[in-house]
């Protein structure tokens, strides 16, 4: 077995909960002070976190908001890891509907121009 589908083997066996695959979902990211940091894939969804694709190797803070466009729901969410423009992010606070937060910053990530301001 090569080095690489070994270290995928070990990590499919460190995960707690199984993973769903997803088609070209896009999302935004948010730092927790509503800066708009990037535009990603959602590209696996699980009960513990996400995998995201970046749009472009933007640099991350520690913890973060992602916004699911398709479910328009929001999560404050860890870094886990990083290689290159993905990354693992764990659940901090589970997705919820945009429409429960008060937060203007956090409801403009719903807005299809987030990064513009009016």
């Known amino acids: 077995m090569s080095d690489k589908k070994s270290a995928s083997a ?3 066996q460190r995960r707690i909960h199984e993973r769903q695959r997803t088609r070209l979902r896009p999302g935004k990211l948010a730092s927790l002070n509503n800066e708009y940091l990037c535009d990603c894939t959602i590209r696996d969804i699980s009960e513990g976190g996400l ?3 970046l749009d472009r190797n933007a640099s991350l803070p520690k913890e973060f908001y ?3 466009a398709v479910a328009q729901t929001v999560a404050e969410v860890q870094l886990r890891w990083r290689d290159g423009v993905a990354a693992g992010v764990v659940y901090l606070v589970p997705p ?8 203007a910053g956090i409801r ?3 807005q299809k121009f987030y990064a513009v301001e009016e």
């Open 66 to 68: 992602v916004f699911d």
């Open 96 to 103: 919820a509907d945009i429409k429960f937060y008060a937060n």
């Open 51 to 53: 995998r995201l694709v």
């Open 108 to 110: 403009k990530l719903a």
């Open 10 to 12: 070990k990590a499919a």
